[in-house]
């Protein structure tokens, strides 16, 4: 009995280091955005632990890191929030490296939020932080950032002045890549001043330079710009041959965006020649592209387009057509922003409220500690140290039989619960989205197509004969997951049910397998993640709880 409690300890400490090295700030940051999800958690619980210990540096850290993953989420106000954390932290006057990177990535998801005034200030920040330090490298990305900035709040001339600076000091260190991109963007410094055949001439520039290195996303966007100027000096044989490139270049790499809006573009040559049909066909393409990578501002222009040929046409009723769709669909993006602004912000209590419970519990390890501590250094009191550890081990195997009951109740709920809609529901309830979510949910849970490895969003649009869009918005508006938590909910309680089954039971892979998953280590985390206890340790509950015969 004592050999077994020895061993219990040092495997209890050998999890407290192994959460500590899983803990450490520069391992997490190491993991954004390559295991974005993973990092995310354990910058929460690296933030938590760092409130509880009261430490300036680890409080300034994670909200960092919490800055960073947000940002990467999409979650912007929350990204800005947690920078905003960091710089009030009176570490971070210490930490000039931190401070300038949180100045810096504020402003970039303040530019983001729409909200330049604030931007300017905390790129000045990082800027003035840069100089301090006499950090070269940093003035120039600053000098970028800045140059693109002031370009967009219409202050042509002192952008350019900025890009200028950076080039100056790319070209001394023989920096290709940002040569061509302080060159492309003074292109665009002068496109916004309406100096066409300037801005083309640095965009050719900028061009030589990404197809001297073979850099496939500079050159497709310096092709873009270059179909584009062209389209606007009148050159539509030009504009059509840069922009088809541009096209072929992006399809290769997958760069989704900068083949779409190369697509509208050329849908812009196509109503120059007369070629309405065409036309309305790549404009149609482009707008689909840009809703799904929810680029509005391309999306409304694409719109545009579309309305274009219509009038081009004279066709009255097609014109009419596209413009009730085009309304309709800028009121559903106006209330979807509302929605996502609210989603974040409930995103945010629920977080504050998991670091709470986070610190609790970092309470209630730290007293552990110090017992286990205690204990090893009496050894000689085997016996109180046997009895103690004995009393853990009742507790977890209690917490973990409560653990199990919960999720049977869970399981029961569910298989009698009858959907229903929640009485707080916004005041644009859609009964036909709703009604859709009903035949989707029923016919994932009596025909079991989550047993379907290979099943994905298109596969259910095609059985509803709907789309892809309406039918992830039916079901994250009403399961409250994207499609992909939605159905893995769904296997996950298959494989509860399999493991509460009477009679055999097969084994756990096997269970992974039958119930949809490609990947025995997804069914086990995604398994313990829902349920807070691996498949192995949910079937021992399982039979223990089974009367024996």
Known sequence: MLKRNFIV??????????SAFGNDFVTIKGMIPSQLLLADSLSQVFYAEAKFAEDEEGIARGAFLLGLT????????????????????????LDRDLAESCWNNLGIVLEMQNNLPEAL?????SMLIAEEKGDSLGMAETQINL?????????????????????????????????????QNIGVGLKSNK?????????????????????????????????????MLGDNPGARTFLERSRALSVLNG????????????????????????????????????EELEVYDQWEMAYWGLLRTAVEEGNIPLYESFLNKFQEATRERIT?????RYDELKALYEMEDKVRQIQLQQGEIQANRRKIIFLVFFLVIAVAISAVIGFLLVRTRFLMQELFRKNEAILERHSVA?????????????DKLWQLFRDIDTAVDRQELYRDRNLNIAALSRQFASNDTYVSKAINTYSHFNFNAYINNYRILAAQKMMTSKGKVPGIREIGDQCGFNSYTTFVRLFKQQTGLTPSQYLTQTRSDKPST
């Open 121 to 125: 200030e905390a790129y000045h920040k």
């Open 147 to 183: 140059g693109l900035l002031e370009i967009k709040r219409q202050n042509t001339d002192e952008g350019i002045l900025y890009l200028e600076k950076a080039l100056t000091y790319f070209q001394q260190v023989q920096d290709t890549i940002n040569i061509g991109l302080c060159l």
């Open 255 to 290: 760069f989704r965006f900068q083949e779409a809006v190369s697509v509208s573009n050329l849908g812009q040559v196509d109503i120059d020649e007369g070629n309405f049909a065409e036309a309305r066909r790549k404009y149609q393409y482009a707008l689909a592209v840009f």
């Open 195 to 231: 100096d066409l055949l300037g801005a083309k001439n640095y965009f050719l520039q900028s061009l030589d330079r990404f197809e001297s290195l073979d850099h496939p996303y500079g050159m497709a966007d310096a092709l873009l710009n270059i179909g584009y100027l062209n389209l």
């Open 418 to 430: 009858a959907i229903e809609p929640e009485q707080s529901e916004p005041s644009g309830f859609d």
């Open 336 to 340: 979807e922003d509302a929605m996502v």
């Open 70 to 93: 947000n940002y990467f989420q999409g979650n912007l106000y929350l990204s800005a929030k947690f920078y905003e954390e960091a710089l009030a932290s009176d570490y971070v006057p």
């Open 9 to 18: 300890t040092i495997l209890f400490c050998w999890v407290i280091a192994e």
